[in-house]
């Protein structure tokens, strides 16, 4: 309750800081309303645009409000406090290919002339950017280099926060830092609204609002279809590590996927919105029956390795009835494409889950059968 109220009053108060004269700044806001994110507020104003990211660890507190003016137009004489930003950007810095992907789908990967953590890019114009010296690497988004970002001069640069971790040296250049809190938002069309951040900064607002509206309309429409399911499966999610089994929380936007494919979740009643860190005898007794286990994994192919890489994976009943599915996460863009995009992934657990509710010529984007 305290929550809904907090965000009540911040929107509230983004809502009158904008112009109230011009009819247009006001209908402007009322279409471009944030419907789903509760970390994200954006509204028209009469010359800018004003975008607050509400801060997830503080309640009732803003993590950064932005200024945005076309870079061609005159400057308003008044402004609220806030980083300005002159928009479309042209030149940017991305610490993460989730928003590289993001970028591109609304047709401004052209804009991205510098990247963080390189490795982890697959996309082919960014690895070819990178290849031919039109896109630099900055090095690490833990502690990039300096030297690099000051020679780029990019105008903004585009992040995910996190809880008291600051930019170091970065911060001092003067180049707006925009944090994309949306990997902390719990509800997965939440994360996906983010879109209409990225369409505010690139220009391609009516795109963006196009794009979440056709994920939303498929989400609610696999939800619902998912909703009428006679059987709730059970499911288990990822596997033990270095003596460690990490699972989603269960106020995380994993566990309420799955609850959204007609699932039921072991952990349903954790209140945690992030990962759990648990040793193998405490998932084993809780979810030794779970009907499937999907996995996240680049080196376990079959049953065989899964057995290998812990005598004991054996003893779940997803093991025993061959009912564990395994998503590559080298071979699959899923961590690139579902942030924005829950919907695809949505569908893979509605036709693991649910087959019964598939087309017979269904298909997975991400997940498949493990071998035998």
Known sequence: MFKR???????????????????????????????????????????????????????????????????????????????????????????????????????????????????YYKMPEIVRGLENGSIINAGSAISPTVEKIVALSPEAIIVSPYQNAGYGAVASLGIPIIECADYLETAPLGRAEWIKLFGELFGETALADSIFAEVEQKYEALRLAASKAENKPSVLSESITSGVWFVPGGKSYMAQMFADAGASYPWHGNTEVGSIQLDFSQVLATARDADFWLIKSNTVTNYSDLQKAYELNAEFAAFKNRKVWVCNTTATNLFEEFPFHPDRLLHDFVVIFHPELADSNATTSYYSPLKQ
């Open 5 to 119: 109220i907090a965000y009540s009053l911040i929107s509230i108060v983004l809502l009158v800081s904008c112009s109230k004269s011009n009819q247009s700044a006001q209908n402007d806001d009322q279409s471009n309303e944030i419907t789903t994110a509760s970390l994200l507020k954006i509204a028209h104003c009469d010359g800018y645009t004003r975008v607050d990211v509400v801060n997830p660890w503080v309640e009732g507190k803003l993590l950064q409000t932005y200024i945005l003016v076309p870079r061609n137009a005159e400057l308003p004489s008044r402004l609220p406090a806030g980083t300005l930003v002159r928009t479309p950007l042209e030149r940017t810095l991305v610490y993460s290919s989730v928003h590289a992907g993001a970028i591109k789908e609304l047709g401004k990967v052209d804009a991205v002339k510098g990247v963080c953590d390189a490795e």
